[in-house]
């Protein structure tokens, strides 16, 4: 799995810090999304799933035909 993020199409609704705290975090001064893990642990990838599910703009993107190792 590979995760990407478009911050110039956030809102900063900040679902994706409730649902995947460990993959996504959001910007002090504008509540941007900040990508903490591109390639997250597997412990975290159901998470991150919901997370892009829910991005009320899609900013969130994921590979799932990407590797951890690429």
């Given at each position: 799995?590979?995760?990407?993020?478009?911050?110039?199409?956030?809102?900063?609704?900040?679902?994706?810090?409730?649902l995947a705290p460990d993959v996504f975090d959001q910007g002090e001064d504008d509540g941007v999304v900040v990508l903490l893990a591109a390639a997250p642990a597997p412990e975290h990838e159901a998470a991150a799933r919901e997370a892009a599910a829910v991005c009320p703009t899609s900013a969130i993107t994921v590979r799932e035909d990407v590797s951890r190792d690429a």
């Open positions: 799995m590979r995760i990407s993020v478009d911050r110039s199409a956030c809102c900063g609704a900040g679902n994706c810090v409730l």
